[in-house]
């Protein structure tokens, strides 16, 4: 099979691999029938990395497959059947997980980052990552179902209210998945700090109401005269130095910073005081956290919208130059097809 494959130093090639084969009774051989690159994607081939990924990994933990193959203990799921990945395999017996915080195991494998994942024509996976869904979801809205439960657990962490004034930083595919729930969980006022004006266009399509240029603009200032106030609530989805720092400057009192992007390079100064006299809560979400039920049925909202944002689908031998037009920023989300036809 083909199979895009990290060989380290920001190197990721497609290659001719073996088709992977049931080796556990609780294992499932899936058909990729697609899959959408990720910001960390990016990162990883970064140098130095932003996300570290072992030599030889086959990358993509954003990915859905139809079922070819079923080992001798799975129930679940049956030949045939469409599926969504759940791609964070967890231990169970580590501190966070029998604390009930399972995302934030200590031995956690993401297939496509620390085991072989979805850029290929076909992966293993265990039985119970997976979850059936109708075929009225179309495969480049099916893989992105981990991305948007990833989403919605920052969500539920700062429980936006229609009344709220919420800024995000950055409008990459992920700072879109945000733009799109805070719209469809009723919120009026959002807005978008993106340096690229493409970017912060689209971001005005998907539903947010005021586009800053962070470089050209003063943010703070631009919002007392939108808004005649700051914000409630910031979102952080570039993951940049600067955005914690400013962020604090522009909440008000009891806001609410939530840090989502992950640079592991990145180290940031914040002010203390500020956040102690403001009573500023500042919160990490790290993956989805027992949100894939609730990400597979906001997909089959049609209201969601995460198509306004598809910028291309391409074939999985073009993944070096899908990768170069969103570093570039001349797209947004893309989604891989590894069979090498365009799909519905």
């Not at 193959?69 to 501190?95: F, H, M, P, Q, R």
């Not at 919160?283 to 989805?288: D, H, K, N, P």
Request: hydrophobic residues 40%.
């Amino acid at each position: 099979m083909q199979a895009a494959v990290f060989e380290g130093n920001g190197v990721l090639n497609v290659k001719e691999m073996p088709k992977p084969v049931i080796r556990k009774p609780n294992q499932v051989l899936l058909r990729v029938k697609a899959a959408s690159i990720c910001g960390s994607d990016l990162q990883a081939l970064h140098v130095p990395p932003g996300q570290v990924i072992p030599v030889g990994t086959i990358m993509g933990h954003e990915f859905c497959g139809e079922v070819e193959a079923i080992g001798t203990e799975v129930t679940n799921v049956k030949l045939g059947d469409y599926v969504a990945v759940d791609t964070s395999e967890v231990c169970g017996t580590c501190e966070p997980c029998r604390a009930g915080f399972s995302n934030l195991c200590e031995q956690r494998i993401c297939y496509g980052q620390n085991g072989d994942g979805g850029f290929a024509e076909y992966v293993v996976m265990p039985a119970h990552l997976l979850y059936p869904i109708p075929r009225s979801i179309p495969p480049y809205l099916a893989a992105q179902a981990e991305p948007l439960a990833c989403v919605l657990n920052g969500m539920r962490k700062i429980n936006p209210t229609p009344a709220d004034r919420v800024v995000v930083y950055g409008a990459g595919p992920i700072g879109l998945t945000f733009i799109r729930l805070l719209e469809l969980y009723g919120v009026q006022q959002i807005a978008v700090c993106q340096r690229s004006e493409g970017r912060r266009q689209l971001a005005l399509e998907c539903g947010a109401t005021i586009g800053i240029d962070p470089t050209k603009q003063d943010v703070k200032e631009t919002l007392l005269q939108a808004w005649g106030t700051t914000a409630d609530i910031v979102i952080d989805t570039a993951g940049t130095a600067s955005v914690p720092e400013d962020a604090v400057d522009i909440l008000k009192f009891h806001g609410k910073l939530l840090l989502f992007g992950g640079n592991q390079n990145v180290i940031s100064s914040l002010h203390p005081a500020a956040i102690v006299w403001k009573e500023i809560q500042v919160l990490g979400s790290f993956c989805a956290h027992n949100t894939f039920p609730m990400a597979i049925e906001i997909l089959q909202n049609p209201d969601l919208g995460l198509e306004r944002f598809l910028s291309a689908r391409m074939k999985l031998s073009e993944i070096r130059e899908a990768m170069e037009l969103l570093e570039t920023r001349q797209a947004s989300r893309i989604v891989l097809y590894p069979d090498r036809e365009i799909a519905d």
